[in-house]
T-cell receptor, first 114, second 115 residues
Framework: KAGVTQTPRYLIKTRGQQVTLSCSPI?????VSWYQQTPGQGLQFLFE???????NKGNFPGRFSGRQFSNSRSEMNVSTLELGDSALYLC?????????????FGPGTRLTVL | GENVEQHPSTLSVQEGDSAVIKCTYS??????FPWYKQELGKRPQLIID?????GEKKDQRIAVTLNKTAKHFSLHITETQPEDSAVYFC??????????????FGQGTTLQVKP
């Protein structure tokens, strides 16, 4: 099976702009979780989507939003970018069934805000 | 709130020695504890996980132990090799129900294995 893919891999934006990141999960996986990785804060949970519904949300401002499509692909949007949003954004997919809910990560999107 | 503390933040060992990384979690409802290895510039890769109905799990040179009472879990790597050098993250989650897709991560341990 193909692994989790993310596009784009690198992105440079300026403050105040908005950005949309995309994540395609492993075939058959219905859950997509998003994480922000920074040197100072480590890996922090943003939100999870399952069957097109947001199931969990982390402690991030409302500028961070997401959605999931019927094919389980997910997008994450950040509006009014701030310098502190510079980070590696990782998505992870999971089958999310009782015995198999391991999360498999994509390569990430490196966002730089200037 | 939910929190996972991980120690040490850096660990340097000689090739062939053992390495131990320890984590403590705060949410007593957590019942799934994965460990991820992240090499420089790469994605986190799941290396081993343990569920709360098991006290220990081993996979070749890697083992994980869980003490539910103390809310501690640890990663043990034996016979370390230079290719084990990476950042290791512990995480905690609730395996069933609404919070399944939410992993709370420790801050990471940078392991250096010196040849």
């Amino acid at each position: 099976k193909a692994g989790v893919t993310q596009t784009p891999r690198y992105l440079i934006k300026t403050r105040g702009q908005q950005v949309t990141l995309s994540c395609s999960p492993i075939s058959g996986h219905r859950s997509v979780s998003w994480y922000q990785q920074t040197p100072g804060q480590g890996l922090q949970f943003l939100f999870e989507y399952f069957s097109e519904t947001q199931r969990n949300k982390g402690n991030f401002p409302g500028r961070f939003s997401g959605r999931q499509f019927s094919n389980s692909r997910s997008e994450m949007n950040v509006s009014t970018l701030e310098l502190g949003d510079s980070a590696l954004y990782l998505c992870a997919s999971s089958a999310r069934t009782g015995a198999r809910n391991e999360q498999f990560f994509g390569p990430g999107t490196r966002l730089t805000v200037l | 709130g939910e929190n996972v503390e991980q120690h040490p933040s850096t660990l340097s060992v000689q090739e062939g020695d053992s390495a131990v990384i320890k984590c403590t979690y705060s949410d007593s409802a957590s019942n799934y504890f994965p460990w991820y290895k992240q090499e420089l510039g790469k994605r986190p890769q799941l290396i081993i996980d343990i569920r709360s109905n098991v006290g220990e799990k081993k996979d070749q040179r890697i083992a994980v132990t869980l003490n539910k009472t103390a809310k501690h879990f640890s990663l043990h790597i034996t016979e370390t090799q230079p290719e084990d050098s990476a950042v290791y993250f512990c995480a905690a989650s609730i395996r069933y129900g609404g919070n399944t897709g939410k992993l709370i991560f420790g801050q990471g341990t940078t392991l250096q294995v010196k040849p």
